[in-house]
């Protein structure tokens, strides 16, 4: 399932030029009834029709139409608007999604409506959105693989296996089922199928939401099988968004962004050697740890024995470090891959039968100029330590101790009187529509919300309040601007002459230049 929004710059009604028409033709039409003094009034005529055509021009010129005629994109010309000459960023969602997060409950009880994703796309003044992350039920959300889980699961309720101990696990299939929602692979592919924007953006943002329902499942497994699964997932991860790092370099592709666009290619020095290298950016969230969710004791299946939930909690703090660091491995070899062969002379690749060797020799061209490859760049961001932290303060208040760090001492309004407990909470009412007869019952499912929704940290049982995920988004997009910022200034850095040993008579280190004179 796919929820895609655009925000724009503007998106006035033509109607609003309708005053404007009206204007113009009866002032013109009264000038111009009486034909006695013709002359004036043709003068005045014109120059009626000339302030017209000026207010329509100023106001209104800078308004352009889709190919639909749905929306108006505004933008003035004065304004330095890089919307002006591209689509501007894209943001791209996958995953699950976590504990910031929309789920079906917050929407049935007027909860949060929008997700940190979205506050991170507004934050960075996006002009498309796009979300492939399906929406949140009582089941869980989406994991990486499901075939991977299934094949867990199989290999766990295997008779003929014994490296469990003989356990039984033959509760996982009822009480944990194949999720039924697409996976990553799915929604990447969905994604690629999509059409093409009517302008390429100038750059997109990967966000890859991941790991948080997945551990909610793996953690039911053992330790081990578990441990190998997350770290299988993660190579489908890599290979998915290596995948779309080769389609971003595809000018017919949906995953294409023209960082050039609004460079004068034709006047500009134009070898692959010079022009700035785009960037291919992922974003990838550390997972928060489900078991430190309301969830995970009221909604979670109590196990049969020896299985207990403390198992399934320890299981699922562990699963979660070595997702980090299994993500943070997976980064560091995943930025020092080898970059796309650029190859100026496409002519030379009909005789070229493999395919792979044919996608690493094609470069992208715009307007005809051989572009270097994009860099490959991966941010991750931390919401469990934002998260963690208001909980920790809430505990060290209300034991009245405060840590080195300063935990303990925020003031209230900052903070939340209620760290664990969620706003809303999920009852069944027995419904005996025929006076008690027995016939006709049915159970139906309400739901009961708090008095002070803004003190409570979690709204649902897996899902933080609308302050905290907009705290989450915004901090997101703080820690996109500094890496954008940092890797700016390495640009620049970069493109100054070398500095030598030595030194001139003002003390001042020599360029390189300077020290061969």
Request: glycine content about 6%.
């Amino acid at each position: 399932m796919k929820f895609a929004s655009e925000y724009t710059c503007g998106t006035d009604s033509p109607l609003e030029l309708l005053p404007l028409k009206v204007l113009v033709t009866v002032g013109t039409a009264k000038i111009l009834r009486n034909g006695s003094r013709l002359l004036p009034q043709l003068a005045l005529g014109v120059a009626v029709l000339l302030l017209g055509a000026y207010l329509w021009s100023s106001k209104y010129a800078g308004y352009t139409l889709n190919h639909d005629y749905a929306k108006i994109v505004s933008w003035n010309p004065a304004e330095e608007d890089d919307r002006r000459t591209d689509g501007g960023l894209r943001v791209v969602v996958f995953g699950g999604g976590d504990v910031a997060t929309l789920s079906k409950a917050s929407w049935q009880v007027e909860g949060p409506n929008a997700g940190w994703t979205e506050i991170l796309c507004e934050q960075l003044d996006c002009a498309l959105y796009q979300s492939f992350i399906p929406p949140v039920d009582n089941d869980g959300g989406a994991m990486v693989s499901n075939s991977l889980f299934e094949a867990a699961v199989t290999r766990t309720l295997s008779v003929d296996n014994n490296t469990f101990g003989g356990l039984d696990y033959s509760w996982l299939v009822e009480h944990y089922p194949i999720p039924s929602h697409q996976d990553l692979l799915h929604q990447v592919d969905a994604f690629l199928a999509g059409p093409r924007p009517l302008r390429p953006p100038r750059e997109t943002l990967w966000v890859f939401d991941i790991g948080f329902w997945d551990i909610w499942n793996l953690a039911t497994l053992p330790r081990k099988l578990a441990t190998h699964i997350i770290e299988t997932q993660m190579q489908h991860v890599f290979s998915y968004i290596e995948l779309l790092y080769s389609e971003a370099h595809n000018n017919e592709s949906v995953a294409f962004s023209n960082c050039y666009a609004g460079v004068d290619l034709a006047t500009a020095r134009v070898t692959t050697t010079c022009l700035p290298r785009a960037s291919f950016r992922a974003f990838i969230p550390k997972p928060f740890d489900v078991s430190l969710t309301p969830g995970f004791e009221s909604a979670r299946f109590t196990p049969p024995l020896p299985h207990t939930k403390a198992e399934q909690m320890r299981n699922a703090a562990f699963l979660t470090r070595h997702w980090d660091k299994t993500v943070q491995d997976m980064v560091n070899e995943w930025v020092r891959l080898p970059d796309l062969e650029v190859d100026d002379n496409d002519d030379d690749l009909s005789g070229i039968k493999d395919a792979d060797l044919l996608l690493n020799k094609k470069s992208v061209k715009v307007d005809g100029i051989t572009m270097p490859p994009a860099r490959r760049e991966a941010i991750t961001y931390d919401t469990t330590g934002y998260i963690q932290e208001l909980m920790v303060e809430r505990q060290l208040r209300n034991a009245d101790i405060v840590d080195h760090s300063g935990l303990g001492s925020t003031a209230m309004a900052e903070g939340y009187s209620e760290v664990w407990e969620p706003c809303i909470k999920k009852y069944t009412v027995f419904d005996d529509s025929n006076n008690g007869t027995g016939n006709g019952t049915k159970d139906s499912t309400r739901w009961s919300v708090c008095d002070a929704p803004d003190q409570h940290l979690f709204w649902t049982e897996f899902t933080v309040n609308r302050r905290a995920i907009f705290e989450i988004g915004i901090r997101a997009a703080d820690v996109f601007k500094r890496h954008v910022k940092m890797d700016a200034e390495w640009l620049r850095k970069s493109r100054e002459p070398l500095s030598s040993l030595r030194k001139g008579p003002d003390r001042a280190p020599l360029r390189v230049e300077d020290s061969k004179t």
